[in-house]
């Protein structure tokens, strides 16, 4: 079954530092992996899309890493703003052409404080 | 440009019910999808539709249904509505299948 794991579930830092947030997928065959910010009551907006070819992909201060082989996926957040407080969602997509195949992670709940 | 819009954005409901979501998508848009956010849990998969048709769903009963109009917006059905219905439901919609998904801000469901 495919799966995507976040972690950790919930974050807490100060604004100005940085943070790594993780996910680990199962799903097979891999098409693109994208990361998503949701704002509490808002739906979600992409950040950024990687497809297997690609390690790295920055969108202003995020930083997303991809290593297809181990399966893992990275979101940095560089000098965090008190507006980064949102759900960060990991979403894979698997290559098929039979429909819409999506797995969504459970979501990095991150709350950036003064 | 538009973004996704949905309507309403607060929905009441008692058990038994059923319930209405719109979703109206980006101009030139073709795909909807219909996902459900529970508290706690990731997003679920629920309906695709594509050029008016339902190309795909997700596991859920029977009771959920929806359809897409000429002019590509969307309903969401619930029908007999279960305490459990009660959730986010997020409307998505893209240029085709497999381009990238962009979201409406949903409409909260309750059920009481």
């Known amino acids: 079954k495919n799966q995507v794991e976040q972690s950790p579930q919930s974050l807490i830092i100060l604004e100005g530092k940085n943070c790594t947030l993780q996910?680990?997928?199962?799903?097979?065959?891999?098409?693109?992996l994208r990361w998503y910010k949701q704002d509490t009551g808002r739906g979600p907006v992409s950040l950024t899309i990687m497809t297997f070819s690609e390690n790295t992909k920055s969108n202003g201060r995020y930083t997303a890493t991809l290593d297809a082989d181990t399966k893992q996926s990275s979101l940095h957040i560089t000098a965090s703003q008190l507006s980064d407080s949102a759900s960060y969602i990991c979403?894979?997509?698997?290559?098929?052409?039979?429909?819409?195949?999506?797995?969504f992670g459970t979501g990095t709940q991150l709350k950036v404080e003064l | 440009e538009a973004g996704v819009t949905q309507s309403p954005t607060h929905l009441i409901k008692t058990r038994g019910q059923q319930a209405t979501l719109r979703c109206s998508p980006i101009?030139?848009?073709?795909?909807v999808y219909w996902y459900q956010q529970a508290l706690g849990l990731g997003l679920q998969f629920l309906l695709w539709?594509?050029?008016?048709?339902?190309?795909n769903r997700g596991n859920f009963p029977p009771r959920f249904s929806g359809r897409q109009f000429p002019n590509y917006s969307s309903e969401l059905n619930v029908n007999a509505l279960e305490l459990e219905d009660s959730a986010l439901y997020l409307c998505?919609?893209?240029?085709?299948?497999?381009?990238?998904?962009?979201f409406g801000d949903g409409t909260r469901l309750s059920i009481l």
């Open positions: 996910c680990n997928y199962t799903v097979s065959p891999f098409s693109n």
């Open positions: 998505a919609s893209s240029l085709a299948f497999g381009q990238p998904q962009h």
């Open positions: 101009s030139g848009h073709t795909s």
């Open positions: 539709y594509d050029e008016g048709e339902e190309r």
């Open positions: 979403v894979v997509s698997e290559l098929t052409g039979g429909g819409n195949k999506l797995t």
